[in-house]
């Protein structure tokens, strides 16, 4: 069974940044190369927000509302991929998931994952 597991979390002042990564392990069948990867993020009373997805050939996509902010990026070779996030904003806030399906991006739509990690929470103070 493929497992995700994020890291790089924390509690930042606005205007700081992270860098999100997430490990992915247990390719029985599949091949990480095959995924299409991304990030979400979901804070209490909110909606699940779909962010940034990287495709199998690494091309990338974005939500409008972090589009200059947040970089997706891969590493194939370490079966993780990553999210930085740059000019944190207190309303940015929230825990952060990593997910991924097997496949093209462009089988699926922006928000939608069949799988996820547990979520690593940024906490961003003003």
């Known amino acids: 069974q493929v497992k995700f597991m994020e890291s790089g979390g924390g509690a930042v002042q606005s205007g700081g940044s992270l860098r999100l990564s997430c490990v992915a392990s247990?390719?029985?069948?599949?091949?990480?190369?095959?995924?299409?990867l991304g990030w979400y993020r979901q804070s209490p009373g909110k909606e699940r927000e779909a962010l940034a997805r990287?495709?199998?050939?690494?091309?990338?996509e974005y939500a409008g509302i972090v589009k200059d902010r947040f970089t997706i990026s891969r590493d194939n070779v370490k079966n993780t991929h990553y999210l930085e996030l740059n000019d944190l904003k207190p309303e940015d806030t929230a825990m952060y998931f990593c997910?991924?399906?097997?496949?093209?991006?462009?089988?699926?739509?922006?928000?939608?994952?069949?799988?996820w990690g547990q979520g690593t929470q940024v906490t961003v103070s003003a």
């Open positions: 990287i495709e199998t050939d690494g091309t990338t």
């Open positions: 997910a991924a399906n097997h496949g093209a991006c462009a089988y699926y739509g922006f928000g939608y994952w069949g799988e």
């Open positions: 247990g390719f029985t069948y599949t091949n990480y190369d095959d995924y299409c």
